[in-house]
T-cell receptor
């Protein structure tokens, strides 16, 4: 079965700092990868997704992620975070044998003004 | 264009009771999936409905059951509630059952079992 690991459980940054959140997946077949964000009190929203092609994926709100097949990684990055980026971030990949998403345990990002 | 809507938003139940949660998918979507998100964890897949049938199921006991109606809306039922069932229950919708289809989530129903 697919597994998704997010190594940073809680990250605290100051505004304007750069962000990189790690994500590793286990299944190396056809890969579709997603990053979702959950702002306090809101629903999960899609930040970006990778299906194929350019391994550097641009998403909403200035986020991007790089798919590195050899490392089974899909790290999320943002050059300069804002206070409004405070949220929980989840990496996800389709499960093997099931048409469902397997999520990582999430990274809570806290941006201090 | 309405997104995924869920009801109720919050509810409290007693151990041993039964609960029904409801979901209306995003307009144009025909597939509904349910996820359970315990505090501090990522969502875990419960099951998926397409064409009014359960198509896929995660590692959840059969106390968890569901239904999809002809208008694509869905219900999640949980019987014999346990304290460990306390969680945020998320409904997600998509078009079809392809592995790469983008999934949209509702705001969830917070269930507390006491």
């Amino acid at each position: 079965a697919q597994s998704v690991s997010q190594h940073n459980h809680h990250v605290i940054l100051s505004e304007a700092a750069s962000l990189e959140l790690g994500c590793n997946y286990s299944y190396g077949g056809t890969v579709n990868l997603f990053w979702y964000v959950q702002y306090p009190g809101q629903h999960l929203q899609l930040l970006l997704k990778y299906f194929s092609g350019d391994p550097l994926v641009k998403g909403i709100k200035g986020f991007e992620a790089e798919f590195i097949k050899s490392k089974f990684s899909f790290n999320l990055r943002k050059p300069s975070v804002q206070w409004s980026d405070t949220a929980e971030y989840f990496c996800a990949a389709p499960d093997t044998g099931r048409r469902a998403l397997t999520f990582g345990s999430g990274t809570r990002l806290q941006v201090q003004p | 264009d309405a997104g995924v809507t869920q009801s109720p938003t919050h509810l409290i139940k007693t151990r041993g009771q039964q609960v029904t949660l409801r979901c209306s998918p995003k307009s144009g979507h025909d597939t509904v999936s349910w996820y359970q998100q315990a505090l501090g964890q990522g969502p875990q897949f419960i099951f998926q409905y397409y064409e009014e049938e359960e198509r896929q199921r995660g590692n959840f006991p059969d106390r968890f059951s569901g239904h999809q109606f002809p208008n694509y809306s869905s219900e999640l039922n949980v019987n014999a509630l346990l304290l460990g069932d306390s969680a945020l229950y998320l409904c997600a919708s998509s078009v079809g059952v392809g592995r790469g289809n983008t999934i949209y989530f509702g705001e969830g129903s917070w269930l507390t079992v006491v």
